[in-house]
């Protein structure tokens, strides 16, 4: 059974549930078990209409849990107050969907589990195991999410910017568990781009094919990160790289710029070159220019200081870098490696060692270390 | 979305405002202290941010190899160790700011005279996941 086919029939399941009268909290339950039953018993018995198999099901969980909580409700003499909000039109139902699961008044970890169950199709234990959690503990983050946003109405529609935000950290800060949160996040993205008519969230789903087209080239067999410039380009992904870089252009053609078409315009480029010293840094330190003028994000300077340190030589990349708070992250791992480059490896290696300590994740502590050892081990020394 | 460790010291930390042992306490303030732990871990799995909690021992022993087909080396408990853990809680916030408010509260679990222990607790982040997307 293909369980991506079955988890990609979860919005319209919801979404029809939900126009039924459902209200999105119970609906998304019954659907949730819905599709745990789906798992169970399609193998040995596969519908002929998989999603009319699905509202059926979920629809049957749904009367049966409301019943039960009609009893109890009357028990305790509450009265039922206004109907539940929810999409106009099945064409709105992912859109909605999305929006609702990456409500603002969400924090970012509820808004990421709410959207992987809700939109995703992923099982409590999936998302659980996926961000080394203990299933009760995601259970109730989940839960808390639901009544959160119960009763949240669009009468606009929402703001797409919270959704590819949630996106992006699905993309970018998982563990990787059974579940391919990556691959999770570029299908959800694919799904935004497809509903709605936006050229960020084209710009995020090339900025997530681009960066995925390298999975195989980023990591070592032992685990180490292999830097962008030592990568063996021949293990990218040539079609997903094809791929992101014509969603991007498609996007860019569109004249709305934004952050995400200006991220995955400099992964482009990257993915341009055939080997790291033909890569355009001159054209990259435009790209960061043009993010510096969107964001004003001191994270996007650092970066585009190590750019410039490429495009213009080290020194140039160290007085870009000399503007810049110190204590930025990874600020101190970028002026070691403007050093080395600049040919003082007594100070690259002396700030590599300083930045292993302040490196919040141990892959980078580990590289960073290494950069260190390798210099202060240098023959010659 | 982080995950950081309280840790309780035995010994190491800076000293308690109601810094009274725990053997000079009436069972009742223990039994209340003993509550608002549980009462406090119960809350956190509510907020689903909640990981683990586990307390250790005072005594521990210390091992090392001792080299091919031998058996390895045992040693202590060292009475003079400096810093000795007595247990942890570990926690999943969305900020730094949120775990520094949760640790606040637990180190206001009650102690002698049923006032808070005001005891320092040590707060370290994990090691996250490393982000894909650093360029």
């Known amino acids: ?381 | 979305m982080a995950k950081y460790l309280l840790l309780k010291h035995y010994r190491g930390a800076p000293a308690a405002v109601n810094d009274v042992p725990m053997d000079r306490w009436t069972p009742e303030e223990i039994s209340a202290h003993m509550r608002y732990m549980n009462d406090f871990a119960a809350r956190l799995e509510e907020t689903g941010e909640f990981v683990d909690s586990q307390a250790l021992a005072p005594e521990g022993t210390f091992v090392r190899y001792d080299g091919e087909g031998r058996p390895p080396v045992t040693d202590g408990p060292f009475a003079e160790t400096k810093d000795l853990i007595a247990g942890w809680m570990v926690i999943d916030v969305d900020s730094h700011e949120r775990a520094v408010e949760l640790a606040g509260e637990l180190s206001a679990a009650p102690g002698a005279g049923g006032r808070p222990i005001h005891e320092w607790l040590e707060l370290r982040p994990f090691l996250g996941a490393a982000p894909t997307i650093t360029e």
Not at chain 1, 168 to 184: I, K, P, Q, R, T
Not at chain 1, 239 to 257: F, H
Request: proline share 6%.
């Open chain 1, 1 to 381: 059974m293909d369980e991506t086919l079955l988890r990609s029939l979860t919005p319209g399941v919801l979404g029809i549930l939900v126009r039924r009268g459902a209200d999105f909290a119970a609906a998304e339950d019954a659907v949730q078990d819905a599709l745990v039953e789906a798992v169970r018993v399609w193998p040995g018995d596969p519908p002929r209409d998989p999603k009319g198999w699905l509202v059926t099901v979920a629809w049957r969980r749904f009367l049966d849990a409301a019943r039960a909580d009609t009893a109890r409700r009357r028990r305790e003499d509450l009265v039922d107050g206004e109907p539940e909000p929810g999409p106009a039109s099945a064409v709105d139902d992912t859109l909605w969907l999305y929006f609702l699961c990456a409500h603002p008044s969400l924090t970012p970890s509820s808004a990421v589990a709410l959207t992987l169950r809700a939109v995703g199709g992923l099982t409590t234990r999936q998302i659980a195991r996926a961000y080394l959690v203990p299933e009760t503990t995601m259970a109730q983050r989940i839960s808390r999410a639901k009544r959160t946003v119960s009763g949240v109405r669009f009468d606009r529609p929402g703001d797409v910017a919270t959704v590819l935000r949630v996106l992006y950290l699905v993309f970018n800060e998982g563990y990787s568990g059974d579940v391919d949160l990556a691959a999770e996040a570029i299908r959800l993205t694919r799904g935004l781009a497809a509903a709605v008519d936006h050229p960020e969230a084209s710009g995020l789903l090339a900025l997530m094919l681009l960066h995925h087209a390298r999975r195989a080239a980023r990591t070592a067999p032992d685990g180490a990160l292999v830097p962008l410039a030592e990568q063996d380009r021949g293990r990218w992904d040539t079609a997903l790289i094809a791929e992101g870089v014509e969603v991007l252009q498609a996007a860019l053609a569109r004249d709305r710029p934004g952050e995400f078409q200006a991220q995955a315009a400099i992964a482009a480029l990257h993915a341009d070159a055939p080997t790291a010293a033909e890569t355009d840094w001159v054209q990259i330190v435009e790209w960061y220019d043009e993010l510096v003028r969107l964001t004003g994000s001191p994270v996007v300077r650092l970066n585009r200081a190590v750019a410039v340190g490429e495009a213009d030589g080290p020194r140039a990349g160290l007085a870009a870098l000399a503007e810049l708070d110190d204590s930025l992250p990874r600020h101190t791992a970028v002026a070691a490696y403007l050093h080395e480059r600049d040919g003082d490896p007594e100070t690259a290696a002396r700030l590599y060692a300083e930045a292993a300590r302040k490196a919040t994740d141990l892959a980078e502590r580990n590289h960073l270390t290494r950069q260190a050892a390798r210099l202060n081990t240098r023959p010659g020394r």
